[in-house]
């Protein structure tokens, strides 16, 4: 039996630019989570880990990150780590890998630059797929032979887009992979969730990126009895962010106080990446605006990070914004018009808009005429 940690796509040196003033915390917290995956791989005494590309986010990430990266992986020692370059930092000139700060690097950190089979323990050999450019429509996994008879336990390692998930263009690699050379595993790196066919799996990124990765922060133990046996695979979260999307629309108090309670029951607001939609009818009442607001307030407050936009809660709940005749009473016009679901002839390519995008127009539109006027 052969018993291996899969992980990928660590990223490290990611922007986060979407996250503002929390971005540099949270580029920290990549590299905790990735400590996190050190003691679960002494802890299950793993033979060897697997990263399968993408361990940083760029080639050109400064020598901060690669140097913490470096003493992260020192960690693993004495178990090994094959890494993969992947198509954000792949081998290509004056590459995130050829830096001197490897020296640093202990013996166990195996960087895998070539396509050739390769033994990690008695009987298990690895065929990686190293990548060498951003883009290409070639199979990376193309040249892994087929099953000899043998009783070798024979795992693939690759980073591109199996043809069974959306997008699949860079990097393409059949569904059929495993079983056309005849693989017991093929770790995959580039796709951030977690995703399993047969015998193909991508571990996902330990620690969230954005919103949508719906199964990402997981790593994965992975333990194969016998060649050709069917892997159990143990999958394992480690991400310390947990994304959380709401859109809804408000009519009433009670709505706001709804999803306030469904918000605020999570024990672990802090970690939280929230980004809300919340639509409501000009007539909304006051106090339930007020609410809104409160809500928005407390969570900028305890939440990691907050996506509300503040001016979509300043929209006029009686009356209209008076404006002098013009231009600007015409664009207003059109604006209500089209977030109280009205059609107007000339307009009906904007009919499906956004209702959000609308409601942050007007409150725009109401303090450029405010400071127009000052």
Request: charged share 25%.
């Amino acid at each position: 039996m052969v018993r291996f940690l899969h992980t990928s796509d660590w990223h490290m040196g990611l922007s986060s630019v979407q996250l503002g003033e929390k971005a540099s915390e949270a580029r920290k917290i990549r590299f905790q989570t990735a400590s996190r995956i050190a003691d679960i791989a002494r802890s299950e005494k793993v033979e060897f880990v697997i990263l399968a590309g993408d361990t940083f986010d760029s080639n050109n990430v400064d020598d901060f990150v690669v140097r913490s990266t470096i003493d992260l992986l020192n960690r693993f020692a004495p178990i090994p780590v094959l890494m993969l370059p992947g198509n954000h930092d792949p081998l290509t000139a004056a590459s995130v890998w050829d830096r001197s700060l490897w020296k640093h690097a202990g013996s166990h950190i195996n960087l895998l630059v070539e396509q050739a089979e390769t033994r990690v323990t008695e009987d298990t050999f690895v065929y990686p797929c190293p990548v060498s450019q951003k883009l290409t429509s070639k199979d990376p996994t193309s040249w892994i032979p087929e099953r000899r008879d043998d009783d070798i336990v024979r795992i693939g390692i690759a980073h591109g887009a199996l043809s069974n998930v959306p997008g699949a263009l860079n990097f393409p690699i059949p569904v059929e992979r495993e079983k056309i050379s005849g693989l017991d595993y093929l770790a995959l790196g580039d796709w951030h969730s977690f995703h399993i066919t047969g015998k193909t799996v991508y571990s996902g990124t330990h620690e969230q990126t954005k919103f949508g990765e719906s199964e990402a922060g997981n790593v994965l133990i992975v333990d194969i009895e016998e060649p050709s046996s069917t892997p159990i695979i143990d999958k394992r979260h480690v991400g310390m962010l947990d994304w959380k999307e709401y859109s809804v629309h408000v009519i009433d108090e009670t709505d706001v106080q709804t999803l306030r309670s469904k918000i605020l029951s999570s024990s672990s607001l802090s970690s939280e990446i929230l980004r809300l939609a919340v639509t409501f009818d000009r007539d909304l009442s006051d106090e339930a605006l007020r609410s809104l607001v409160s809500l928005r307030s407390e969570l900028v407050e305890n939440a990691f990070y907050v996506d509300w936009p503040e001016e979509s809660l300043q929209i006029p709940t009686g009356q209209v914004t008076p404006l002098p005749p013009g231009m600007l009473t015409d664009i207003q016009t059109i604006l209500l018009s089209l977030y109280d679901g009205r059609e107007m002839e000339d307009f009906k390519k904007f009919s499906d808009v956004d209702k959000m995008i609308v409601q942050e127009a007007l409150t725009l539109l109401r303090r450029l005429s405010t400071e127009g006027t000052n």
